[in-house]
């Protein structure tokens, strides 16, 4: 326990620190994000240990690793650090036509070149000043980056949340079937599709893909022979080996390239859900209200 002076003496300043390095897990990355020298961000987390009685962060190759300690503080500390933002944000309104914001969205790669272009379209001449960063969706870490306020929106296929983080449906889209051209001569069938050999597209090297919960509804089970990264590389795939890519149709017409036919999918499955996450402390923030609305704006 600390005693009541070190809390009443201790910097708050070093918080900031505190949580750049939580996220960042290394120095000269946390420097370089706050301008500061990496001495002195060495010399504000040895303050921080010398005040919470602990080493917090231990070097563990080119990356400092949280200690115990560090990990049973710091997600109650960035969501406090995080709240105390949105309060301050709160005490200036919010003009789109001043704001020097920076907007941090996280997005699933294979739904950024279909949302992001139409965001920026639309947002741009409203917010000539501000800034706008798309980054890699994690979703192991999306209740962690919303609370801390690493990132301030999320755009993904719906999946199971709880408070504080909430969402709403932007768009569904129903799913079909991309293959070479020559597989079929006519429609495909359900025995085709159930007898082909399939490719996922997923960024994790094991677990069920997103078509595959609505598949298996249904009591679909498919042969899955390759798994890939990324559609691109599943489309040069599909061109020369007589595989078949199940996917959202908004996405398969973007791949579409000579070769590669557009399949209805013999089944009827739910549609899959993109949706809007952010974290229930940016609720009331003008800012906030004001970029979600434009989102939706877009989508729906």
């Excluded at 294979?110 to 706008?132: D, G, M, T, Y």
Aim: hydrophobic fraction near 40%; aromatic fraction near 6%; glycine fraction near 2%.
């Amino acid at each position: 326990m600390l005693e009541s002076k070190a809390i009443q003496q201790l910097d708050f300043n070093l918080l900031k620190v505190f949580e750049s390095l939580y996220v960042e897990r290394n120095m000269s990355a946390t420097a370089r994000a706050l301008f500061l020298t990496p001495s002195a961000v060495s010399h504000a987390i040895k303050r921080l240990r010398d005040a919470l009685n602990d080493p917090l962060f231990v070097r563990q190759g080119q990356t400092m690793q949280p200690t115990p300690a560090c990990q049973q503080i710091a997600p109650q500390l960035l969501e406090t650090i995080a709240r105390l933002r949105q309060i301050l944000q709160q005490c200036g309104q919010f003009d789109a036509a001043t704001t020097e914001q920076t907007f941090k969205i996280a997005i699933h790669e294979a739904l950024e070149p279909l949302i992001i272009p139409k965001l920026v379209h639309q947002i741009a001449p409203l917010v000539p000043n501000a800034k706008l960063i798309s980054g890699t969706l994690i979703r192991d870490q999306l209740s962690r980056q919303l609370a801390s306020g690493e990132i301030d929106l999320a755009i993904d296929v719906v999946r199971a949340m709880t408070k504080p983080i909430t969402h709403t449906k932007l768009s569904s889209d129903e799913f079909c079937v991309l293959g070479a051209s020559n597989l079929f001569k006519d429609k495909l069938t359900q025995a085709e599709y159930l007898s082909a050999e399939h490719l996922t597209v997923s960024s994790r090297a094991k677990g069920k893909v997103v078509e595959d919960f609505s598949l298996l509804q249904q009591g679909i089970n498919r042969n899955i022979r390759l798994r890939c990264q990324s559609y691109q590389t599943a489309i040069s795939i599909i061109q020369h080996m007589p595989l078949l890519l199940t996917l959202p149709k908004l996405i398969a017409r973007r791949y579409l390239v000579p070769g590669v036919s557009l399949y209805t999918l013999p089944f009827a499955i739910p549609c899959s859900e993109t949706h809007l996450y952010w974290h229930e402390h940016t609720e009331q923030d003008e800012a906030m209200s004001w970029l979600r609305q434009q989102i939706k704006l877009v989508l729906t």
